[in-house]
């Protein structure tokens, strides 16, 4: 029955992107749907590794996530499901050396984070995940369960 929920849900998600309905900044900067954001702690307990540490521009992930939890997310949520490097999301740094992580410069970086709203509002509505997080374990819908290791994942495919 899970498999088959998780089937049905994949084809709505599927649709609504093909037909432009899936939670994407508008031209205006607002939102099409109100998912909700993550809140409260990272999707593990790891404690920061500089007291008060905390990351900038960070909207969707915790402020005061540790470095270990967010280089997990990055990798195994982004990298892996999508088969992107960083510079996919983050712009250049303004010295051309490394990437600038705090700057909104590149669309790809608000995309993702409608993505992790509309992932978090998938597991929270239809699989009753009480407190869904990026990152945790308990996430029934994933990057990767439409990306499938492709930046841009075709809509027919995704069932």
């Not at 205006?28 to 920061?48: F, L, V």
């Not at 195994?76 to 999508?82: G, I, M, P, S, V």
């Not at 999301?89 to 700057?103: I, K, S, V």
């Not at 929270?124 to 994942?153: D, E, S």
Request: hydrophobic share 40%.
């Amino acid at each position: 029955m899970r498999a088959q929920k998780q089937a049905t849900i994949l084809i709505l998600l599927a649709a609504s992107i093909v037909l432009g309905a899936a939670s994407f900044p508008r031209a205006s900067g607002t939102r099409a749907t109100s998912i909700p954001e993550a809140a409260g702690t990272p999707a593990t307990s790891t404690p920061a590794t500089s007291p008060g540490r905390r990351y900038e521009n960070l909207k969707i992930l915790p402020r005061d996530i540790s470095s270990r939890d967010l280089q997990s997310i990055m990798t195994d949520d982004f990298e892996d499901a999508l088969g992107v490097s960083c510079g996919f999301c983050h712009a250049p740094a303004a010295g051309g050396h490394g990437l600038d992580f705090a700057t909104d410069a590149k669309p790809e970086k608000a995309i993702a984070r409608a993505m992790m709203r509309m992932t978090i509002g998938l597991n929270k509505k239809y699989f009753q995940i009480k407190r869904p997080r990026i990152g945790a374990a308990t996430l029934v819908i994933t990057c990767a369960t439409c990306h499938k290791g492709q930046a841009f994942p075709d809509a027919n495919e995704v069932h």
